[in-house]
């Protein structure tokens, strides 16, 4: 039993590889251009998907919390694999929505139950939650979607000698490997609850609400992971604008999906060097400075300044991430996950689309900038309360040593 739980974590990383290899992301706007959507409408698509996954992101955490993480997975897979078989054949905007449609369904059903697993998983193995392992296995997570995500774009700019539908079928192929690899996990024995949906809805509100760090860090992670959704979807317009050549995305594309793979892998280093809260503070103002810097700067000292952005998310994803799941126990840990991924796709679904018509009408540098202007504060704030929840968090520390992290100690 105990082994093939550890091929559990092999096999997690390989999905996570092939589900980060998303061969059509680096020229999926240009794909759209081409079929004469204009950005207001590729974020409209974007804002569909991020609908869908709110929707059922809660449901989806809750389901894999008493049905099983595997089922749970296997469906999300099965999901995503027909989503890109169905790319194959789309070729105008409600297509592309039912496209997004589809693959909203699958990721959310994914989103929060694979970690949930990988958790358990290493729980179970004997190794005390809490403990470095699992920051490394969220630190090796993000970067091995990162090494991913530069196979898969370099790959997309080679298949684009050919043509763009390369890049599609090439996508509907690899979507159906996380779904031969979910067939083959094992569940790990857990405590499930047997109560009622509304005395877990209560313990699961009680786990969030009434821990003060844990709730600070589910902020932190909603506006953090917004403004990272927000430059992910910008990079293509922004290099088009600069004049590079589409057959150019890819690389551009590698590149920023390896900058944050390394950042993430030496996140847990950078926090022990200087601490969670100077981390936390240098990923907020790498993230204006980029945002900032790509609407300011001429020529390609923007796209160079760009890569600040994959950096902050690389370590501010695995610092926070980790943080939030190390004080959570198994029973609920797929759900408090899909809240946070709520939280921050209910806020794009309204703005996102609202982002895509000002991009339209003002340009992508003006929506950059904006996007600066209005983050500087959101950072400051959800970062004002991090820090005074883990300033209160002291006074637990002696009386409850081996459930919280001690204050000058990093939060993961």
Known sequence: MDRKLELNIIKIYLM??????????????????????????????????????????VPS?????????????????????????????????????????????????????????????????????GTKSN???????????????????????ILMLWSLQWVVVIQAIVGYAPLLIALTLVESPREISVSGHRENAT????????????????????????????????????????????????????????????????????????????????????????LAGMALTPGFIGVYLALLLPISRGVGSVILYDGLNKRLTSEFRATVNSLVNLGFRSIFILTGPLLGVLIDQYGVEFSLLLLAVVFTPAFGFVLFLLFRSIREEKAFVEIEEHSVTPINQPIS
């Open 61 to 129: 955490g809750y389901l894999a919390d008493l049905w099983g993480r595997k089922n749970t997975i296997i469906c999300g897979a099965a999901l995503c694999a027909i989503g890109f078989s169905l790319l194959c054949f789309a070729d105008s905007y409600w297509e592309f929505m039912l496209y997004e449609l589809i693959l909203g369904v699958g990721i959310s059903l994914n989103s929060g139950a694979d970690l949930a697993l990988l958790y358990d998983t290493q729980s179970y193995l004997g190794r005390h939650e």
């Open 135 to 157: 920051g490394q296995h969220i630190s090796r997570l993000i970067s091995l979607e990162g090494v991913a995500g530069a196979v898969a774009a370099v790959l997309a700019s």
């Open 203 to 290: 313990r699961v509100k009680a786990a969030i609400i009434e821990k003060p760090l844990v709730l600070s860090i589910s902020l932190a992670l909603i506006v953090f992971n917004l403004a990272a959704i927000y430059g992910f979807w910008l990079y293509q317009k922004y290099w088009e604008v600069r004049g590079i050549p589409l057959t150019y995305f890819g690389y551009l594309w590698a590149l920023h999906c390896l900058v944050r793979g390394i950042a993430a892998r030496f996140a847990n280093e950078v926090e022990l060097l200087l601490g969670s809260r100077l981390t936390l503070l240098l990923v907020a103002i790498l993230n204006i400075v980029g």
């Open 16 to 57: 996570a590889f092939f589900q980060a290899a998303m061969v059509i992301t680096a020229v999926y706007v240009p794909l759209l251009q081409g079929y004469g959507l204009t950005m207001a409408q590729v974020m409209q698509t974007q804002a569909l998907f991020a609908l869908t996954v709110a929707v059922s992101e």
